[in-house]
T-cell receptor
Framework: GAVVSQHPSWVICKSGTSVKIECRSLDFQATTMFWYRQFPKQSLMLMAT?????????EQGVEKDKFLINHASLTLSTLTVTSAHPEDSSFYIC????????????FGEGSRLTVL | GENVEQHPSTLSVQEGDSAVIKCTYS??????FPWYKQELGKRPQLIIDIRSNVGEKKDQRIAVTLNKTAKHFSLHITETQPEDSAVYFC??????????FGQGTRLTINP
């Protein structure tokens, strides 16, 4: 199957700082990537759809100015959590689908963010 | 938009018994229904999926059934083993659209 890599796998930061998470498709090109957030013992909630070369599409209730998404190439999307606060502590997971395919999503390893 | 409901939230079965997890979806246009297994702190792993042109699919001890009329689909695990213990998520999507997940089921296999 296709491989999606995410970095860093975990990060601890101070409140008020910004954190960048990278999501790479290693062996395929992805016009679209998806960013999910998962709180402990909860489901994966879609935050936004990252579109290569254009603006991301955010889900209702997700602050686009706080969660900046950049999809500058067909293999890389980044999520920046700006001015992070403790309530932003969560497991962030990216995913991508093979170009032209419908169906299966390939997930990154996830990034666990802890804001002190 | 699509809404996926999953039940039960927790399920405990004896090793060797079968486990069934059920999901319903709201968007009749959805045509792809995957099931993911997620272990603690890990990424979701696809274990089986089904498309709307099929009513049932089986892969060894795992099977999925789909009822398009009722808009529900189920995961069946037979001969459960301790390593089946994990959180399972159903999901639904239409074509290349976003995947919407159910709330998850924590499955525990008791030795």
């Amino acid at each position: 199957g296709a491989v999606v890599s995410q970095h860093p796998s975990w990060v601890i930061c101070k409140s008020g700082t910004s954190v960048k998470i990278e999501c790479r498709s290693l062996d395929f090109q992805a016009t679209t990537m998806f960013w999910y957030r998962q709180f402990p013992k909860q489901s994966l909630m879609l935050m936004a759809t990252s579109n290569e070369g254009s603006k991301a599409t955010y889900e209702q209730g997700v602050e686009k100015d706080k969660f900046l998404i950049n999809h500058a190439s067909l293999t890389l999307s980044t999520l920046t959590v700006t001015s992070a606060h403790p309530e932003d502590s969560s497991f962030y997971i990216c995913s991508a689908r093979l170009e032209g395919a419908s169906g299966e999503l390939f997930f990154g390893e996830g990034s666990r963010l802890t804001v002190l | 938009g699509e809404n996926v409901e999953q039940h039960p939230s927790t399920l405990s079965v004896q090793e060797g018994d079968s486990a069934v997890i059920k999901c319903t979806y709201s968007d009749s246009a959805s045509n792809y229904f995957p099931w993911y297994k997620q272990e603690l702190g890990k990424r979701p792993q696809l274990i089986i999926d089904i498309r709307s042109n099929v009513g049932e699919k089986k892969d060894q001890r795992i099977a999925v059934t789909l009822n398009k009329t009722a808009k529900h689909f189920s995961l069946h695990i037979t001969e459960t083993q301790p390593e089946d213990s994990a959180v399972y998520f159903c999901a639904a999507t239409q074509g290349a659209q976003k995947l919407v997940f159910g709330q998850g089921t924590r499955l525990t296999i008791n030795p």
